[in-house]
């Protein structure tokens, strides 16, 4: 795992580092719920072929956090290895894992294309 820092300024859009993330075939954890609801950075997100995780964790520590990811793990692999289109799971505080988002949204009848 290494931190967006490593690779990207912290102001760089994210319809930017996602479409990166997309051709360089990177999977990606967040904590962004709020993703699901943006428009361009959700449809880059969808654009670019990444395959990304959110975790819904709320005010949780770090070390919480942590373990409900090494709790989700094999379900993460599992899902990544399950479907070869682009998408949003959740994590669940139990370490549960479900697909979100797997389609572009459409803002004023226009849609991008799926590569």
Known sequence: MEPHSKW??????????????GEKKWIVLMRDLRIGKRI????ALLVGGVKAFALVSGEMSDAQNAA????ALPKVFDMVEANDFPFIA???KN????LWKTELMVHKGI????H
């Open 68 to 71: 409900i990811i090494v709790r």
């Open 40 to 43: 361009i950075e959700l449809n």
């Open 95 to 98: 370490g549960s894992v479900e």
């Open 8 to 21: 990207f300024r912290h102001n760089t859009p994210d319809e930017v580092w996602l479409l990166e993330v």
């Open 90 to 92: 959740k994590i669940q």
């Open 111 to 114: 849609q991008l294309k799926k």
